[in-house]
């Protein structure tokens, strides 16, 4: 079982380059199943998440060719449309495939992805919308059967803003017979970057971005080549590393204008932000205000960012209430940070965090992806050492983090 080590203390200082963005990438890569022609998907993250769903393409019988970066992808012979339950249920993005299946193989067995750390996550609105477009669906034996001879465009109206959902259906409808309305859709810029690789392959697309999007089906998608956005994420994590420390740190291929509502809040917090070309630079030179916020989807604050400003506000001047209003249990960073000394309360969907002037090293655990990243966050400021457990979380969504953080001056290892 692997480690990190951290000795906090350090200001992060220097310059980092912003990896491709992972929940671009995810459903991106899902989308060479629309299509007979090889695509090539360059800035492409070197996460486990991609490695799972490259395995689970290529156990459909994409051929895939991998380069550092980049993945060549032909599913001009995809053997069976299947995604086993012992694959999706490490990564519940694996349910991006349930769309491009059914669209262009007219069937697909999905595993329903099971509970996840975070919250009960169903796929209730990516199933009715399927159903919409004139889908058999069935779930049976955990597993979802859908099949079509040829889906339909309809006007579908999501009661949830859904990102993987909306994913799904605009993909699906690329190949319907007809248009498609998908109403309430999300607006997260992986929304988009996935919308601009779509047309690229011949789909025709308006309105991606806002909470209205028309597809007309075609017949037949081609190959295409695209480059994932960057992660705003990832962005947004290392600014609040950054200000957090009290540093001074430079992002290189940032992912500008999608990061808005975050670097509001930074500034909020005190921080000097501005951006330089494609760079985002940070600067704070104090201790960091209490900002409160309350998550939403795009363009509001971003729930994959509350863990992270938990931890910033951990050791802020003042009090924060910070509300998580997509999943229902996201707080499960809040007892290992407690563990380093922060001070919080829980009530309700609401974490009241009463800044304290440092936090002290200590053994935590993380638990999901973004819970981890607050507590590397919270060990890089507190004193002494900490050991973080279970970091196949981290390593899921966060490219070579140790080595890119040493890069910043952070006393960073991984330790088995
Ligand atoms: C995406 O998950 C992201 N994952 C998540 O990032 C992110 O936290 C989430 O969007 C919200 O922004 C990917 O893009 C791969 P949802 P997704 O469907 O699409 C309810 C990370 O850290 N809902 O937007 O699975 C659901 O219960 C991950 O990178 C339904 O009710 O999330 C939740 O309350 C974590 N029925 C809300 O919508 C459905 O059919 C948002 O979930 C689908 C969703």
Same mark, same amino acid.
């Given at each position: 079982m692997?480690?990190l080590?951290?000795?906090?203390? %350090?200001p992060?200082?220097?310059?980092?380059?912003?990896a491709g963005?992972?929940?671009?990438a995810?459903?991106?890569?899902?989308? +060479?199943l629309?299509?007979?022609?090889?695509?090539?998907?360059?800035?492409v993250?070197?996460l486990?998440?991609?490695r799972?769903?490259?395995a689970?393409?290529e156990?459909m019988?994409?051929?895939?060719?991998?380069e550092a970066?980049? &993945?060549?992808?032909?599913?001009?012979?995809?053997?069976?449309p299947f995604?086993?339950?012992?694959l999706?249920? $490490?990564?519940?993005?694996?349910?991006?495939a349930l769309?491009?299946l #059914?669209a262009r193989?007219g069937?697909a067995r &999905?595993?329903?992805?099971?509970?996840c750390?975070?919250?009960e996550?169903p796929?209730d609105? !990516?199933?009715?919308?399927?159903e919409?477009m004139g889908?058999?669906v069935?779930?049976?034996?955990?597993?979802i059967?859908a099949?079509?001879s040829?889906l339909? *465009?309809?006007?579908i109206?999501?009661?949830?803003v859904?990102?993987t959902? #909306?994913e799904?259906l @605009? @993909?699906a409808?690329?190949?319907?017979?007809g248009? $498609?309305v998908?109403?309430?859709?999300?607006?997260?810029?992986?929304v988009?970057?996935?919308a601009?690789c779509? &047309?690229?392959? *011949?789909?025709?697309?308006r309105g991606?971005?806002?909470?209205?999007?028309?597809?007309?089906?075609?017949?037949?998608?081609?190959?295409?080549?695209?480059? %994932?956005?960057?992660?705003?994420?990832?962005?947004?994590?290392f600014?609040?590393a950054a200000?957090?420390?009290? *540093?001074?740190?430079t992002? $290189?291929?940032a992912?500008?204008?999608?990061?808005?509502?975050v670097?509001d809040k930074l500034?909020?917090?005190?921080a000097? =932000?501005?951006?330089?070309?494609?760079?985002i630079r940070l600067?704070?030179?104090?201790?960091?205000?209490? =900002?409160?916020?309350?998550?939403a989807?795009?363009?509001?604050f971003? #729930?994959? @960012?509350q863990?992270?400003f938990i +931890?910033?506000? +951990?050791?802020?001047?003042?009090?924060?209430f910070?509300t998580?209003?997509i999943f229902?249990?996201?707080f @499960?960073h809040v007892?290992?940070?407690r563990?380093?000394?922060? !001070?919080?309360?829980i009530?309700?969907n609401?974490?009241?965090? !009463?800044?304290?002037?440092?936090?002290a090293g200590? #053994?935590?655990?993380? $638990?999901?992806?973004?819970?981890?990243?607050?507590?590397v966050?919270?060990a890089l400021?507190?004193?002494?050492?900490?050991?973080?457990?279970r970091i196949?979380?981290?390593?899921?969504?966060y490219? !070579?983090?140790?080595?890119r953080?040493?890069?910043?001056?952070a006393?960073?290892?991984?330790v088995?």
């Amino acid at each position: 079982m692997q480690r990190l080590s951290i000795h906090g203390g %350090v200001p992060l200082s220097g310059e980092v380059r912003v990896a491709g963005a992972k929940n671009a990438a995810l459903p991106i890569l899902a989308a +060479a199943l629309l299509t007979p022609e090889p695509m090539r998907i360059t800035n492409v993250p070197e996460l486990n998440d991609v490695r799972t769903m490259i395995a689970l393409l290529e156990r459909m019988g994409v051929a895939v060719r991998r380069e550092a970066h980049a &993945v060549e992808l032909d599913a001009g012979r995809v053997a069976e449309p299947f995604a086993p339950y012992e694959l999706v249920k $490490t990564m519940r993005a694996s349910i991006l495939a349930l769309g491009p299946l #059914t669209a262009r193989f007219g069937e697909a067995r &999905v595993s329903l992805p099971g509970g996840c750390a975070i919250g009960e996550r169903p796929v209730d609105l !990516h199933i009715r919308g399927l159903e919409a477009m004139g889908a058999k669906v069935a779930i049976e034996s955990g597993y979802i059967h859908a099949s079509a001879s040829r889906l339909k *465009g309809a006007r579908i109206s999501m009661n949830t803003v859904t990102v993987t959902g #909306t994913e799904n259906l @605009m @993909m699906a409808a690329c190949l319907a017979d007809g248009r $498609t309305v998908l109403e309430n859709a999300a607006r997260e810029p992986e929304v988009v970057d996935l919308a601009r690789c779509l &047309v690229a392959m *011949g789909a025709r697309i308006r309105g991606q971005g806002g909470d209205v999007i028309e597809i007309e089906g075609v017949e037949r998608l081609s190959g295409a080549e695209h480059s %994932v956005m960057p992660d705003r994420i990832e962005a947004g994590t290392f600014l609040a590393a950054a200000a957090a420390t009290r *540093g001074d740190v430079t992002l $290189t291929h940032a992912p500008l204008g999608s990061l808005d509502a975050v670097v509001d809040k930074l500034r909020e917090a005190g921080a000097r =932000v501005e951006a330089q070309g494609d760079a985002i630079r940070l600067r704070m030179g104090e201790r960091p205000k209490a =900002v409160s916020l309350r998550t939403a989807p795009y363009p509001g604050f971003p #729930t994959d @960012m509350q863990a992270q400003f938990i +931890a910033l506000n +951990a050791v802020a001047e003042g009090t924060a209430f910070v509300t998580e209003t997509i999943f229902e249990n996201r707080f @499960m960073h809040v007892q290992e940070l407690r563990r380093l000394g922060a !001070h919080v309360e829980i009530e309700g969907n609401t974490a009241v965090v !009463h800044g304290v002037e440092r936090l002290a090293g200590a #053994t935590v655990m993380a $638990t999901d992806l973004r819970a981890s990243a607050s507590l590397v966050i919270a060990a890089l400021v507190a004193e002494g050492e900490t050991l973080i457990d279970r970091i196949y979380h981290l390593d899921r969504g966060y490219e !070579h983090i140790e080595a890119r953080l040493a890069q910043l001056g952070a006393r960073i290892a991984r330790v088995s």
